[in-house]
């Protein structure tokens, strides 16, 4: 597979593109926003008018855009990518986004294009230095011939059938706000009760958090979230975990009145109240700074 085309040039596709570039492929690339293929264009991709100019004869082709309207945007219409993508290609989508669009995605293309949904755990850095994980679904004799190009991306992994990819990462980032939402909390509380920022950090390094905090601690202390993974995008994968959540039943459905996914909900609570706060173009990790600034020392006993 070495002629690839990549639709969505934001912070995650344009560090693919260019990647895949640098590895030999024949890259075509196309963005909403033209001014963000300009530099690809000097890396040596070809840049086309239109997506589904982008994908004639691409042998795969990467998505990568915002989330749900934005795949259904690049995808459906006579712009689009199953406007313009030829026999026996297939689609890597790999943005984040519901099992829902990934399914309307494969209603939208023609019969016999290829479809694996496949998207990422890591960040930009990741995404240049090719250390992805890549949570793949689809069929399994398809993911293996995608797998020498995947692997130039990353560490591919193939959790089930079609839609399942987009599952796992949901579970994932539902895991990783979770973690945020509690170390943001943990350090409120105890600054309330008065532990000093040191002690705080020295009792968090011997709990299950102690990664997060250490990880976290110099961007809380520098008061600095330059957006790697925007907030806003965290927000909208939030979103997305409480949709699936409630489609299959899984919110606030335990037979015993008991809270469901409460400890979801309640991270989600806090990305969405931090997006209103302002922070929704900072990196998501400025969640705790959030948390830290709104939770207020309780009335004294
Ligand atoms: N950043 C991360 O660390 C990270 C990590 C893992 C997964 N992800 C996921 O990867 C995906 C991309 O993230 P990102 O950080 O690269 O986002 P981003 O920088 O905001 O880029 C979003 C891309 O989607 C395009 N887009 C949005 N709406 C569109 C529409 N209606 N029609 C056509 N194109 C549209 C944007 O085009 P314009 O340039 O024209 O706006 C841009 O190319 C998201 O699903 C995100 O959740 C991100």
Known sequence: MKRVAVIGLGAMGAPIARRLLGHGCEVTVWNRSPQRAVALREAGAVVAESAADAVRGAEAVIVMVTDPPAL?????????????????????????????????LADA???????????????????????????????????ERCLPLLSQLGSPLHVGELGAGTAAKLVANNALFGVLGVLGESLALGGALGL????????????????????????????????RFALALARKDADLVAEVAGEVGAVGAADDGGPGLGLTAAARDWLRDAERAGRADQDYSAVLAHILHAVKKGPQQ
Do not use: C, F, N
Not at 90 to 97: F, L, P
């Open 72 to 104: 259904l945007a690049v995808t459906e219409g006579e712009h689009g990518i199953a406007a313009g993508i030829g026999p026996g290609a297939v689609v890597i989508q790999m943005s984040t986004v519901s099992p829902a669009a990934v399914a309307r």
């Open 109 to 143: 293309l023609p019969a016999g294009t290829g479809l694996l949904d496949a998207p990422v755990l890591g960040s930009v850095a990741e995404a240049a230095s090719g250390a992805l994980r890549i949570l793949v679904g689809g069929p399994p004799v398809l993911a």
């Open 196 to 227: 000093s920022w040191e002690v705080l950090h020295k009792v968090l390094a011997v709990t299950p958090l102690a990664a997060q905090a250490a990880r976290r601690r110099p961007a809380i202390e520098a008061d600095e979230y330059p957006a």
